[in-house]
């Protein structure tokens, strides 16, 4: 049941991701959700913290790709496997995502790989979204 | 059936891991096998890449524990999470790694987060093993 619910979220979420409109986010993630950058250390708290980092990376990301999905054996845990480019800059990536029973988001982890591409991303995202970002810690 | 094979070879790798014994590594991994690499863009070819680097890393990780593990649907993918410690830097981790049908490592790639933690390990890596790795380029 809760396994259904994340599938029914992670949808939704790739449509947004598809058509680029994500008005409807904030249904997807619950208020108190904690964001953990691949660039900070310390978690950003709270949806408008998550809402915000996810609006901009998805037009900060060129030739965005999911591919590989994994979850826990509960299915209440996925792995989103991505790739992109940022600024000329191949990389890869990982959303670590975890649901509550209703299949709303309260965790999202994004890991990135190579340094060079973890080192684009943190640069154009610093531009775009970096002070702003900085009140949710 | 594939699964349970993929299910061993984790259950052994976690073994090896717990005891510090790799000798038997070089059985788990196919001799093709391909390295990808937090910090590097190019993969690292062959067997003997991954099993430097995987020897490498238990050495240099402190507090190295696993977390969630994650599968895709046919079980022959999976995502192991880790947290750990590398020059008083705090690091979390994923390894995304892929089976062959017998259970064999075809694939092994890693991604840290956040950037400072990657930027620890990837010096103490350079320094261990990096003129040696980049052989397998």
């Given at each position: 049941m809760a396994q259904e619910k994340?599938?029914?979220?992670?949808k939704r979420w790739h449509k947004m991701v598809a058509s680029?409109?994500?008005?409807a986010l904030h249904e997807i993630i619950h208020p108190d959700a904690m964001f953990r950058s691949p660039v900070a250390h310390t978690?950003?708290?709270g949806r408008d913290a998550l809402a915000l980092a996810l609006s901009t990376v998805i037009n900060v990301f060129e030739d965005f790709t999911y591919h590989r999905e994994f979850f826990t054996d509960d299915g209440k845990n996925?792995?989103?496997e991505f790739s992109?480019?940022?600024g000329?800059?191949?990389l890869k990536g990982v959303d670590l995502i975890k649901f509550n029973d209703d299949g709303l988001i309260v965790e999202f982890e994004v890991m990135i790989r190579p340094a060079s591409g973890l080192m684009a991303l943190g640069e154009e995202m610093g531009k775009r979204v970096g002070a702003k970002l900085s009140e949710f810690k």
């Open positions: 994340a599938q029914a979220t992670i680029k409109d994500l008005e978690p950003y708290q996925a792995t989103l992109a480019h940022v000329g800059k191949q």
